[in-house]
């Protein structure tokens, strides 16, 4: 069944408070509900009756003020709870019976290593009891939860805690207040034996807040950093957003099965443990930055989501695109902005593109679906902070702050739409955003050709640019939409040209927003003194492709004189993926030295930012390099990336060798930008000799393993060992690892997932044999993601054998995941629905895994969606 956003109507009944008590047993829990419950004065035409969403469970009783309603008086169709004629206004009181035990979807209530938690958004309240479960019908909640005092000493919920006591038979009870009207998504509960770790923050008005993260005890060393970003997160978006934290306390919780990253309960957020703990013995340095910026993220959905919810889940980027598009500022303003700014536009260019070219695209604001757990994307995410970022473009900082504030002042308390977003920063600034909303309504990614005329007699330099959007399943003939363009363009000395464009009193900005509204533009730059080398789409500005035919010299010119640092990457990208081309399926062509030269210029460039550098020296992926080809052949870019990798190591062995002794460990271990850069180049140099099976690198990886102090140095070893050559050392090296770490899930996880995506070891029969590890888990996700998503995902070469066994082996693994936890096995499903962008050797395998997902039995509604639309035509 599809949902679609033309037939939204507003809620009938509104419940203004929910009073909930939870009566946790080892064999399940009662729920006892109470709904006070009024018709909708907006809602059109009046309701005969009231129904309530309601999944998995067990009804006991339904009282209707007070009195208990007889077989006959209500319907419970199981998906729904229906009581046929209701007054105005009353109370409602709904028993029903749980078994969290037994519950693998990790959706409503359920148990995680001996714990009580919960997951709501998007769906998730009704598999604890019957309601309106949609995120515009707004209460205050007060929740009494009851359990074994021993087994379950911390119990808790949103907001603040009034009352606690104990009870007969050793047990105890907490009640929780939440004083703002939320959603029934942003309600949560936790009962365990967990420890307290606590802080506190002093707000801009001077109120104190009390901050806790509580966890298993094993994790007692790795909450600092959480912590620390935490608070910083909290300064921040007082700083550059002016918003202050709302309750007495802010609280978050460790879990160790959870479908996705985290979530942004009212005072309460729950966390996938790898996403908040942390300590630099056993975590890397990507672990320490994604955790700053999920706790920020998580953090800030406080104002951007949940004070200003969404009315529907068609607006869930509402939430989501401008939390990330906070998220991204804040980690930008902690670190290396450049380096921010590459790898948002690597995941959105190497994957939301892909998914915008794919059989499930969708707009950032969708118009239907059928199962919205399949919408947590990257379109909605990634694309919806992107179109976020352009309108901060658009607007300016001062101006966009303004409208922030407009926003949260005018719908503080409501569930709205990204309209209601646009609306506000229109408002705000003065400026027409009507075109710009088609950023939010066209699904597909623009694409801008862009070809240039230089005029040396007029001194004026021409560029012509165009703009198209393809079809996407569903949407034609679109729109040209409203593009901030930004760009620059340098003159033969690699210096920016002060732009001023004909018909303006010079000299301009030397970067410059160009804005495109129409199919095709002309701009004409004049006083140009020579033939410049154009700079396009800065600090990527719009999330579009752009095709401008840079010949390989220009490339090296932007790489070296860019004053955009951005630009300086991605035309060092441009370059790399032209030699890869250009040596694909031609074993005898010999790398361009052009690219050889510019490797050798930065690895020994002690004066540019290493960070940046760091980033420059990475080949493009060949997840990029797929989605960058037509009918992708995987294994002839595989093996044309793995040449250009080894010719680049074996011309450049002596520099990748002082370069690597350059980066000494810092006495301290720290997450600043310098510290990474330092880290990340020591452990690329490394891989890249590795590859070529230096013996003396192979000594220098053992002694790193050995000797490192933190885990971006241990891992880093073990990584290149296990894709190197040299067989025994490898199997070696795994072994101690997981002898070292074996008591700590977190690094298994690593273990785990540096075996599932080597495209040296890790073939099918390896992946298989990990399944039967013994600390491999069906029933934990991350588990799941860390070896089947590696191999699906990262490792390409192995994934995609031409046998097709890679995606037989995956389609076994959906099916099977389908019923105990369709969420993880619809997003499993995503390597396959690229099917169409495959040569078809690929392309046959990949659909035949589809089919036979297809034709399970008893199909979710997950997977029956991704299929379905995968194999549509
Ligand atoms: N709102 C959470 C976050 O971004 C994600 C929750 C996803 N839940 C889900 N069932 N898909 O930050
Ligand atoms: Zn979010």
Redesign the pocket.
């Known amino acids: 069944k599809t949902i679609y956003l033309s037939e939204y109507q507003v809620p009938d009944f509104l419940v203004d408070h929910v009073d909930l008590r939870f009566e946790l047993f080892e064999d399940g829990a009662r729920v006892h509900s109470t709904l006070t419950v009024r018709r909708n004065a907006e809602a059109r035409g009046r309701a005969e009756q009231l129904e309530l969403n309601g999944d998995s469970l067990t009804l006991e009783s339904v009282h209707l003020d007070g009195r208990e309603l007889q077989a006959g008086e209500y319907e419970d169709r199981g998906e729904l709870l229906v009581v046929p004629a209701v007054p105005d206004t009353f109370e409602l009181q709904v028993v029903t019976w749980l078994q969290p035990h037994k519950n693998t979807r990790l ?1 409503g209530l359920y148990k995680s290593s001996g714990m009580f938690c919960t ?1 709501c ?2 769906q ?1 309240f009704r598999c604890i009891t019957f309601f309106p479960d949609r995120p515009d019908v707004m209460a205050r909640y007060r929740t009494r939860i009851e359990a074994d005092k021993s087994a379950y000493p911390i119990l808790l919920s949103n907001g603040n805690d009034v009352e606690r006591g104990d009870l007969d038979g050793g047990r105890h009870f907490v009640t929780w207040e939440d004083p703002f009207p939320k959603p029934s998504y942003l309600f949560a509960l936790v009962a365990g034996d967990l420890v307290e770790q606590k802080d506190s923050f002093t707000t801009m008005s001077g109120r104190d807040i009390d901050l806790r993260i509580y966890i298993e005890p094993r994790n007692v060393e790795k909450t600092a950093h959480a912590m620390d970003s935490l608070k910083r997160a909290m300064r921040w978006d007082e700083e550059v957003y002016g918003r202050e934290y709302d309750l007495d306390i802010f609280m978050i919780v460790a879990v160790d099965d959870f ?6 309960n009212k005072g309460l957020n729950i966390f996938n443990s790898s996403c908040v703990l942390a300590r630099p013995e056993s975590e890397t340095d990507m672990a320490f930055q994604r955790i700053e910026s999920i706790v920020a ?2 953090y800030f ?1 406080n104002w951007s ?1 949940n004070r200003v919810t969404c009315r529907d889940w068609f607006q869930l980027s509402l ?2 695109g401008f ?1 990330v598009f906070r998220d991204s500022q804040f980690s930008a303003d902690m670190g290396s902005p450049t380096v921010n700014r590459i790898e948002n536009a690597t995941l959105l260019r190497t994957a939301q593109f892909a998914e915008d070219a794919g059989p499930m695209a969708h707009p950032v604001r969708p118009s239907s679906y059928m199962e919205i ?1 399949n919408f ?1 994307t990257l379109t909605i ?1 990634e694309k919806g902070a992107a179109v976020v970022r352009m309108i901060h473009t658009l607007l300016g900082p001062e101006m966009f702050r303004q409208g922030s504030d407009l926003y949260f002042g005018r719908h503080d308390g409501q569930a709205v739409t990204t309209d209601d977003f646009v609306k506000a920063m229109e408002d705000a600034s003065g400026r027409d955003l009507g075109q710009f909303r088609l950023w939010y309504e066209q699904a597909g990614t623009p694409e801008l050709t862009v070809e240039d005329e230089y005029d040396r007699a007029a001194q004026v330099y021409r560029l012509t640019v165009r703009q198209s959007i393809p079809d996407t399943p569903g949407q034609t003939d679109k729109k040209p939409q409203h593009i901030p363009f930004a760009l620059g363009l340098l003159d033969t000395e690699g210096n920016d040209i002060p732009l001023t464009l004909a018909g303006e009193s010079g000299p301009g900005d030397t970067t410059r927003v160009l804005e495109l509204t129409e199919r095709e533009h002309v701009f004409e730059f004049t006083g140009v003194a020579s033939q410049p080398v154009p700079s396009l789409l800065r600090d990527f500005s719009a999330p579009v492709r752009v095709n401008y035919p840079w010949n390989r010299d220009q490339l090296m010119f932007l790489m070296s004189h860019d004053s955009d640092g951005f630009n300086r990457w991605d035309a060092g990208q441009r370059l790399a993926v032209d030699v890869i081309r250009e040596v694909a399926g031609h074993a005898e062509t010999d790398i361009d030295p052009r690219l050889i030269n510019a490797s050798r210029t930065l690895l020994n460039d002690r004066e540019a930012d290493q960070a940046l550098v760091a980033k420059m020296l990475q080949l493009p992926s060949e997840a990029y390099l797929i989605e960058l080809s037509e009918e992708a052949d995987v294994q002839t870019i595989h093996h044309a990336r793995e040449r250009v990798l080894k010719m680049l190591a074996t011309a450049l062995r002596d520099d990748l060798m002082a370069c690597y002794q350059r980066q000494q460990p810092a006495e301290r271990y720290q997450v600043t930008p310098e510290d990474v850069a330092s880290r990340s180049l020591r452990n690329m140099t490394l891989a890249w000799l590795l590859d070529l099976g230096d013996e003396q690198a192979r000594d220098m990886a053992l002694e790193q393993f050995r000797s490192a102090t933190n885990m971006t140095d241990q891992s880093g070893a073990l990584r290149a060992l296990v894709n190197s050559p040299f067989e025994e050392e490898r199997s070696h090296a795994l072994d101690t690892f997981y002898q070292q770490w074996h008591k700590d899930p977190q690094v298994v996880e690593q273990w785990f997932s540096i075996q599932a995506s080597s495209p040296v070891s890790g073939d099918l029969a390896a992946v298989r044999r990990l399944l039967e590890h013994e600390a491999f888990d069906w029933k934990n996700p991350n588990k799941i993601r860390h070896v089947v998503g590696a191999f699906a995902g990262q490792n390409l070469v192995h994934f995609h054998e031409q046998d097709g066994s890679g995606y037989e082996f995956l389609a076994d693994t959906i099916r099977r995941l389908d019923d105990s936890n369709p ?1 993880i096995a619809a997003r499993l499903t995503a390597p396959l629905t690229r099917w169409r962008k495959f040569a078809h050797v690929y392309s046959e395998g990949m659909r035949k895994a589809l089919e036979s997902v297809r034709d399970k039995d008893g199909l979710s509604r997950d997977v029956y969606e991704v299929v379905h639309k995968s194999l549509a035509d």
């Open positions: 959706e997951q958004e998007a998730g479908n996705m990253g985290a979530m942004e993220h998580e959905h989501g939430k989501e939390t757990t947590y995410y969420q």
